[in-house]
C-alpha cells in the first residue's frame, strides 16, 4: 500500500474517527486505526465492538492496500506534520513509514486480517434525514440523557420512527426531553431503537450538512452521512413509557423572554453549591423574581417581565437544568407551564419542542 494525501484531510479524518478507541481495551488490534486505499479513495476505520466510524477522503493511491496501525501514535504524528502532502507506505514486514517534508516515521503495524469485520447494512431498511435536521433533534434531547449507569436503559437517546414522523427523547428520571419532526420516507413498519450515548456524541460531532440515511438493523443501527459512517449496537430493553410522565398542557402559561431567563438562572447557578443547588422564581401577575441565598456564600436577585394572569406561586429548580434546556431552544418568548410547587414545570415551543423538569425544594 501507498498513497499521498494533504495533511489537513488525513488529521480531519484521523479526528472524526479517533473519539472510539479506548486505553481499556484488552484487545491490542481495537486501539488500532485500519487504514485502506484503493480507487483514490482513503478508508479509516475504528472499532471498540459496541460501535464503529468509518471516514472516507479522498487521497492519491499508487498502491492499494490496507493495514493498521495505533490510533493515537498515527493521530498524534500527523497533527504534529508541517502543512504539506504525506506520503503512507505499508511495508511486507508489518511496519508503516510517515513521509512530510523532511519528517519521517516508522511505525509497527498489524495485519488488516485481525481487525474486525463491520457488519453488512446495506440491505437493511432506512430512512433519509437531513443531517441539520437531525443534530438540532440530537442538540434538542440528548442533554437529559441519564450517565447512571445502573440505569442503562436512560443510557442513550430513544428513536421511534413511524410514517412521516421521528420522535427522539431522552430522560434522567428528574427531566425529560422530547421532540418530534417529519420525514419523507416510506417505511415498512414502525421502529423503536435505543442509541447509546457515545454514539450520540460522535454522531453530533460528525453532522454537518447534506442527507443522512438512518439503518435499521436487529441489534445494532447505522448512520451513512455520506463521507462518514457510524455503526452502533443499540441499547436492549423497554424504554420508560415517556407519554405518562408529559403533562397536559396547562392553559395560562408564564411567557418571558428566553434570554433573559436563561442569563438569570446563569447569574443565579454562580451562588449555587454542593449542599444548596435549587434556585427560586417567584411568579406574581406580569412579573418574576429569579433568585438564589446560600448561607456562607451570598445572594442574587433579579426580576423579569413576563405575560402572566394566573396564581401567584414560589418554586424552586435545578439551575442547570433550565440552562441546557433553554440554550438549545430558538424563540424569542419561551411558554413555561407552572402549576404548583410540587408539580413539574414543563417548556412546549410551535415546533413539538417538550421539556418537563421536575422541581426541587426550596430551604
Known amino acids: 500500500m501507498k498513497l499521498k494525501i494533504s495533511r489537513k484531510k488525513l488529521q480531519d479524518a484521523a479526528q472524526t474517527t479517533h473519539g472510539v478507541v479506548t486505553t481499556k481495551n484488552t484487545l491490542p488490534i481495537l486501539s488500532n486505526i485500519l487504514i485502506e486505499a484503493e480507487n483514490n479513495k482513503l478508508h479509516l476505520t475504528t472499532t471498540d465492538l459496541d460501535m464503529a466510524i468509518t471516514c472516507q477522503t479522498e487521497a492519491k493511491v499508487i498502491q492499494q492496500g490496507a493495514t493498521t496501525v495505533p490510533a493515537k501514535r498515527f493521530t498524534d504524528i500527523i497533527k504534529e506534520l508541517a502543512e504539506e502532502e504525506v506520503t503512507i507506505t505499508a511495508k511486507k514486514n508489518n511496519i508503516v513509514t510517515i513521509d512530510c517534508q523532511n519528517a519521517y516515521f516508522k511505525v509497527n503495524s498489524l ?43 436512560l443510557n442513550g437517546v430513544l428513536f421511534e420512527i413511524r410514517p412521516q ?33 457515545k454514539a450520540i456524541n460522535e454522531l453530533q460531532r460528525a453532522l454537518k450538512d447534506g442527507e443522512a440515511k ?30 405518562q410522565v408529559i403533562p397536559k398542557e396547562h392553559k395560562e402559561k408564564l411567557r418571558v423572554d428566553r434570554d433573559q431567563l ?9 451562588l ?45 429548580f435545578n439551575p442547570t437544568y433550565l440552562i441546557d434546556a433553554l440554550k438549545n431552544i430558538d424563540v424569542e418568548k419561551i411558554g ?8 413539574p414545570g414543563v417548556i412546549r415551543t410551535p415546533d413539538n419542542f417538550i421539556y418537563v423538569v421536575l422541581p426541587m425544594q426550596l430551604g
Open 336 to 343: 413555561l407551564e407552572l402549576t404548583a410547587p410540587d408539580k
Open 111 to 153: 495485519p488488516k486480517e485481525e481487525f474486525p469485520k463491520l457488519p453488512n447494512y446495506k440491505n437493511q431498511e432506512s430512512i433519509t434525514i437531513e443531517q441539520t435536521k437531525l443534530k438540532n433533534m440530537l442538540n434538542m434531547t440528548s442533554f437529559a440523557i441519564s450517565h447512571d449507569e445502573t440505569r442503562y436503559i
Open 272 to 316: 449555587t453549591n454542593q449542599d444548596s443547588q435549587a434556585i427560586k422564581l417567584d411568579v406574581f401577575k406580569n412579573k418574576m423574581v429569579v433568585s438564589k441565598n446560600t448561607p456562607d456564600v451570598g445572594e442574587a436577585r433579579e426580576e423579569l417581565e413576563t405575560e402572566y394572569k394566573g396564581s401567584d406561586l414560589s418554586i424552586g
Open 165 to 197: 414522523k421521528i420522535t427522539m427523547v431522552a430522560t434522567d428520571g428528574r427531566r425529560l426531553a422530547f421532540i418530534e419532526r417529519e420525514h419523507d420516507t416510506k417505511i415498512q413498519k414502525p421502529r423503536k431503537m435505543i442509541v447509546p450515548i
Open 262 to 270: 436563561l442569563a438569570a438562572a446563569r447569574r443565579a447557578n454562580l
Open 214 to 243: 438512518i439503518y435499521f438493523g436487529q441489534n445494532q443501527t447505522t448512520f451513512d452521512l455520506g463521507g462518514v459512517v457510524i455503526i452502533s449496537r443499540l441499547i436492549e430493553g423497554e424504554f420508560p413509557k415517556y407519554e
